[in-house]
Protein backbone atom coordinates (compact mmCIF):
# COMPACT_ATOMS: atom_id res chain seq x y z
CA UNK A 1 0.00 0.00 0.00
CA UNK A 2 2.94 2.49 0.79
CA UNK A 3 4.44 1.99 -2.73
CA UNK A 4 1.09 2.10 -4.64
CA UNK A 5 0.89 5.76 -2.02
CA UNK A 6 4.17 6.47 -3.31
CA UNK A 7 3.69 6.08 -7.01
CA UNK A 8 0.34 7.33 -7.59
CA UNK A 9 0.65 10.21 -5.26
CA UNK A 10 4.15 10.95 -6.66
CA UNK A 11 2.49 10.79 -10.16
CA UNK A 12 -0.45 13.47 -9.48
CA UNK A 13 2.10 15.56 -8.35
CA UNK A 14 4.96 15.10 -11.08
CA UNK A 15 1.75 15.87 -13.79
CA UNK A 16 1.01 18.99 -11.80
CA UNK A 17 5.02 19.90 -12.21
CA UNK A 18 5.05 19.49 -15.71
CA UNK A 19 1.80 21.62 -16.11
CA UNK A 20 3.22 24.44 -14.35
CA UNK A 21 6.54 24.40 -16.67
CA UNK A 22 4.99 23.53 -19.60
CA UNK A 23 1.83 26.23 -19.35
CA UNK A 24 3.15 28.58 -17.18
CA UNK A 25 -0.12 27.99 -14.90
CA UNK A 26 0.22 29.89 -11.16
CA UNK A 27 -0.07 27.56 -8.33
CA UNK A 28 -3.38 28.84 -7.51
CA UNK A 29 -5.06 27.66 -11.23
CA UNK A 30 -3.12 24.31 -10.55
CA UNK A 31 -4.81 24.07 -7.55
CA UNK A 32 -8.36 25.22 -8.99
CA UNK A 33 -7.71 22.76 -11.47
CA UNK A 34 -7.04 19.85 -9.47
CA UNK A 35 -10.03 20.01 -7.09
CA UNK A 36 -12.52 20.30 -9.83
CA UNK A 37 -10.59 17.38 -11.73
CA UNK A 38 -11.12 15.63 -8.55
CA UNK A 39 -14.86 16.42 -8.75
CA UNK A 40 -15.31 15.54 -12.08
CA UNK A 41 -13.53 11.99 -12.20
CA UNK A 42 -14.85 11.47 -8.83
CA UNK A 43 -18.32 11.70 -10.25
CA UNK A 44 -17.53 9.93 -12.87
CA UNK A 45 -16.94 6.94 -10.91
CA UNK A 46 -13.41 7.10 -12.48
CA UNK A 47 -11.20 8.37 -9.08
CA UNK A 48 -13.08 5.61 -6.12
CA UNK A 49 -11.32 2.56 -7.86
CA UNK A 50 -8.02 4.50 -7.43
CA UNK A 51 -8.48 5.68 -3.98
CA UNK A 52 -9.17 1.61 -3.57
CA UNK A 53 -5.86 1.17 -4.90
CA UNK A 54 -3.36 4.07 -3.79
CA UNK A 55 -5.02 5.19 -0.23
CA UNK A 56 -3.72 8.13 0.57
CA UNK A 57 -1.70 8.63 -3.00
CA UNK A 58 -5.14 9.23 -3.94
CA UNK A 59 -6.45 11.10 -1.47
CA UNK A 60 -4.22 13.46 0.12
CA UNK A 61 -3.42 15.30 -3.53
CA UNK A 62 -6.04 17.84 -3.86
CA UNK A 63 -7.65 15.99 -6.44
CA UNK A 64 -8.86 13.70 -3.45
CA UNK A 65 -10.23 16.82 -1.35
CA UNK A 66 -12.43 17.00 -4.94
CA UNK A 67 -13.17 13.50 -5.11
CA UNK A 68 -14.46 13.21 -1.36
CA UNK A 69 -16.51 16.45 -2.59
CA UNK A 70 -18.17 14.95 -4.95
CA UNK A 71 -18.78 11.26 -2.90
CA UNK A 72 -20.57 13.71 0.01
CA UNK A 73 -22.61 15.14 -2.47
CA UNK A 74 -23.71 11.95 -4.28
CA UNK A 75 -24.10 10.36 -1.02
CA UNK A 76 -26.10 13.27 0.44
CA UNK A 77 -28.60 13.38 -2.45
CA UNK A 78 -28.82 9.64 -1.78
CA UNK A 79 -29.93 10.37 1.86
CA UNK A 80 -31.75 13.90 1.80
CA UNK A 81 -33.15 14.52 -1.30
CA UNK A 82 -31.70 17.53 -3.38
CA UNK A 83 -31.24 19.10 -0.20
CA UNK A 84 -28.30 16.78 0.27
CA UNK A 85 -26.57 18.48 -2.75
CA UNK A 86 -25.24 21.60 -0.90
CA UNK A 87 -24.87 19.54 2.18
CA UNK A 88 -23.14 16.10 1.22
CA UNK A 89 -20.03 18.06 -0.37
CA UNK A 90 -18.87 20.31 2.64
CA UNK A 91 -20.01 17.54 5.39
CA UNK A 92 -17.51 14.56 3.91
CA UNK A 93 -14.67 17.37 3.81
CA UNK A 94 -15.35 19.57 6.74
CA UNK A 95 -12.24 17.71 9.17
CA UNK A 96 -9.93 19.04 6.49
CA UNK A 97 -11.47 22.74 5.69
CA UNK A 98 -11.98 23.41 9.65
CA UNK A 99 -8.20 22.52 10.15
CA UNK A 100 -7.18 24.11 8.02
CA UNK A 101 -8.91 27.63 8.68
CA UNK A 102 -7.84 26.97 12.31
CA UNK A 103 -4.26 25.96 12.16
CA UNK A 104 -3.75 28.62 9.21
CA UNK A 105 -5.16 31.41 11.81
CA UNK A 106 -3.26 29.56 15.15
CA UNK A 107 0.09 30.21 12.52
CA UNK A 108 -0.79 33.98 11.77
CA UNK A 109 -1.41 34.28 15.62
CA UNK A 110 1.91 32.27 16.97
CA UNK A 111 4.69 32.79 13.98
CA UNK A 112 6.13 35.94 12.87
CA UNK A 113 6.65 35.37 8.86
CA UNK A 114 10.36 35.41 8.19
CA UNK A 115 11.74 38.66 6.17
CA UNK A 116 11.98 38.31 2.69
CA UNK A 117 15.85 38.91 1.39
CA UNK B 1 48.37 23.94 -27.24
CA UNK B 2 49.87 27.53 -28.01
CA UNK B 3 46.88 29.06 -26.90
CA UNK B 4 45.99 29.49 -30.39
CA UNK B 5 42.50 27.20 -31.63
CA UNK B 6 42.11 25.86 -35.03
CA UNK B 7 39.10 26.09 -36.84
CA UNK B 8 38.23 22.62 -36.35
CA UNK B 9 38.39 23.61 -32.28
CA UNK B 10 36.42 26.29 -33.04
CA UNK B 11 34.03 24.95 -34.73
CA UNK B 12 33.73 21.78 -31.84
CA UNK B 13 33.41 23.78 -29.05
CA UNK B 14 30.41 26.15 -31.10
CA UNK B 15 28.90 22.64 -31.81
CA UNK B 16 29.07 21.66 -28.14
CA UNK B 17 27.76 25.29 -26.51
CA UNK B 18 24.60 24.59 -28.83
CA UNK B 19 24.29 20.84 -27.79
CA UNK B 20 24.22 22.38 -24.41
CA UNK B 21 21.79 24.95 -24.65
CA UNK B 22 19.55 22.23 -26.72
CA UNK B 23 19.47 19.79 -23.64
CA UNK B 24 19.63 22.28 -20.31
CA UNK B 25 15.91 22.88 -20.39
CA UNK B 26 15.17 19.84 -20.68
CA UNK B 27 17.13 18.02 -18.18
CA UNK B 28 16.22 20.69 -15.88
CA UNK B 29 12.46 19.91 -16.48
CA UNK B 30 13.47 16.59 -15.83
CA UNK B 31 14.83 17.28 -12.77
CA UNK B 32 11.68 19.44 -11.57
CA UNK B 33 9.21 16.57 -12.44
CA UNK B 34 11.35 13.63 -10.56
CA UNK B 35 12.02 16.00 -8.05
CA UNK B 36 8.17 16.60 -7.27
CA UNK B 37 7.18 12.70 -8.10
CA UNK B 38 9.67 12.06 -5.26
CA UNK B 39 8.32 15.04 -2.79
CA UNK B 40 4.86 14.04 -3.55
CA UNK B 41 5.19 10.79 -2.75
CA UNK B 42 6.87 10.80 0.35
CA UNK B 43 4.25 13.49 1.35
CA UNK B 44 1.40 10.67 0.21
CA UNK B 45 3.41 7.81 2.22
CA UNK B 46 3.18 10.26 4.99
CA UNK B 47 -0.14 10.47 4.67
CA UNK B 48 -0.67 6.68 4.40
CA UNK B 49 1.09 5.90 7.64
CA UNK B 50 -0.79 8.72 9.41
CA UNK B 51 -3.99 6.82 8.31
CA UNK B 52 -2.85 3.61 9.15
CA UNK B 53 -1.74 4.60 12.92
CA UNK B 54 -5.37 5.90 13.37
CA UNK B 55 -6.50 2.69 12.15
CA UNK B 56 -4.07 0.73 14.24
CA UNK B 57 -4.03 2.80 17.65
CA UNK B 58 -7.19 4.97 17.33
CA UNK B 59 -9.31 2.34 16.09
CA UNK B 60 -10.63 4.83 13.38
CA UNK B 61 -13.41 3.62 11.03
CA UNK B 62 -12.35 4.22 6.95
CA UNK B 63 -14.45 7.44 6.99
CA UNK B 64 -13.06 8.88 10.03
CA UNK B 65 -9.28 7.62 9.36
CA UNK B 66 -9.65 9.93 6.13
CA UNK B 67 -10.96 12.81 7.92
CA UNK B 68 -8.30 12.43 10.85
CA UNK B 69 -5.39 12.07 7.74
CA UNK B 70 -6.64 15.40 6.22
CA UNK B 71 -6.91 16.60 9.74
CA UNK B 72 -2.79 15.38 10.70
CA UNK B 73 -1.59 16.10 7.27
CA UNK B 74 -2.93 19.53 7.51
CA UNK B 75 -1.72 20.50 10.82
CA UNK B 76 1.79 19.19 9.45
CA UNK B 77 1.68 21.59 7.02
CA UNK B 78 0.21 24.89 8.55
CA UNK B 79 3.38 24.02 11.58
CA UNK B 80 6.08 23.60 9.09
CA UNK B 81 4.17 26.77 7.10
CA UNK B 82 4.82 28.20 10.41
CA UNK B 83 8.21 27.36 10.86
CA UNK B 84 9.12 28.91 7.85
CA UNK B 85 10.21 25.16 6.32
CA UNK B 86 7.40 24.44 3.90
CA UNK B 87 8.86 27.09 1.90
CA UNK B 88 12.14 25.63 1.81
CA UNK B 89 10.82 22.28 0.86
CA UNK B 90 8.81 23.96 -1.75
CA UNK B 91 11.92 25.12 -3.06
CA UNK B 92 12.79 21.24 -4.16
CA UNK B 93 9.91 19.82 -4.53
CA UNK B 94 7.96 22.30 -6.88
CA UNK B 95 4.12 20.78 -7.71
CA UNK B 96 5.20 17.96 -5.03
CA UNK B 97 4.37 20.01 -2.16
CA UNK B 98 1.61 22.16 -3.86
CA UNK B 99 -0.85 19.63 -5.20
CA UNK B 100 -1.08 17.08 -1.80
CA UNK B 101 -3.31 18.63 1.36
CA UNK B 102 -0.51 20.01 2.96
CA UNK B 103 0.33 23.00 0.51
CA UNK B 104 -3.59 23.39 0.76
CA UNK B 105 -3.00 23.93 4.43
CA UNK B 106 0.46 26.01 3.02
CA UNK B 107 -1.34 28.28 0.97
CA UNK B 108 -3.75 29.68 4.13
CA UNK B 109 -0.99 29.71 6.96
CA UNK B 110 1.39 31.34 4.89
CA UNK B 111 -0.86 33.90 3.22
CA UNK B 112 -2.55 34.37 6.79
CA UNK B 113 0.58 35.42 8.32
CA UNK B 114 1.70 37.33 5.33
CA UNK B 115 -1.01 39.71 6.01
CA UNK B 116 -0.82 39.61 9.91
CA UNK B 117 -0.04 43.10 9.70
CA UNK B 118 -3.13 44.27 8.17
CA UNK B 119 -4.94 43.22 11.42
CA UNK B 120 -6.67 40.35 12.47
CA UNK B 121 -10.16 40.86 10.46
CA UNK B 122 -9.68 42.13 6.62
CA UNK B 123 -5.68 41.21 7.35
CA UNK B 124 -5.75 37.22 8.31
CA UNK B 125 -9.71 36.79 8.42
CA UNK B 126 -10.25 37.73 4.25
CA UNK B 127 -6.32 37.47 3.05
CA UNK B 128 -5.87 33.65 4.41
CA UNK B 129 -8.11 32.25 1.66
CA UNK B 130 -6.11 34.35 -1.31
CA UNK B 131 -5.62 31.30 -2.47
CA UNK B 132 -7.53 28.62 -0.59
CA UNK B 133 -10.98 30.91 -1.29
CA UNK B 134 -10.92 29.66 -5.28
CA UNK B 135 -10.42 26.41 -4.46
CA UNK B 136 -13.33 26.18 -2.50
CA UNK B 137 -15.51 28.71 -4.59
CA UNK B 138 -14.66 25.66 -7.43
CA UNK B 139 -14.36 22.34 -5.58
CA UNK B 140 -17.88 22.79 -3.28
CA UNK B 141 -19.59 24.59 -6.48
CA UNK B 142 -18.98 21.77 -8.73
CA UNK B 143 -19.62 19.09 -6.38
CA UNK B 144 -23.13 21.03 -5.61
CA UNK B 145 -23.54 20.22 -9.30
CA UNK B 146 -22.82 16.93 -9.75
CA UNK B 147 -25.12 16.54 -6.28
CA UNK B 148 -27.91 18.08 -8.56
CA UNK B 149 -27.02 16.01 -11.51
CA UNK B 150 -27.31 12.60 -9.47
CA UNK B 151 -30.53 14.44 -8.13
CA UNK B 152 -31.68 14.58 -11.54
CA UNK B 153 -30.27 10.97 -12.52
CA UNK B 154 -32.07 9.40 -9.60
CA UNK B 155 -35.58 10.87 -10.47
CA UNK B 156 -35.93 10.06 -14.32
CA UNK B 157 -34.38 6.23 -12.93
Known amino acids: MFVKAFLVGGALCAVGEIL ?3 TRLTPARILVGYV ?16 EWAGAGATVPLTGFGYSLAKGAIEGVAEHGWLGAFMGGVTATAGGIAAAVFFGYLCSVIFKPKTKT | MNG ?8 IEQRYSA ?9 AMAMNVTRAFLWGGAICVMGEAVSELGKAYLG ?6 SAFTAIVMV ?6 TGLGQYDRIGKHAGAGSIVPITGFANSIASAAMEFRREGLVLGVGARMFIVAGPVLVYGIGSSVVVGLLAWVVGLIR
Open chain 1, 36 to 51: TGGVILGALGVYGPLV
Open chain 2, 75 to 80: FLGAFL
Open chain 1, 20 to 22: ILK
Open chain 2, 60 to 65: LEAADA
Open chain 2, 4 to 11: WKTSRQRD
Open chain 2, 19 to 27: MVERFTPNH
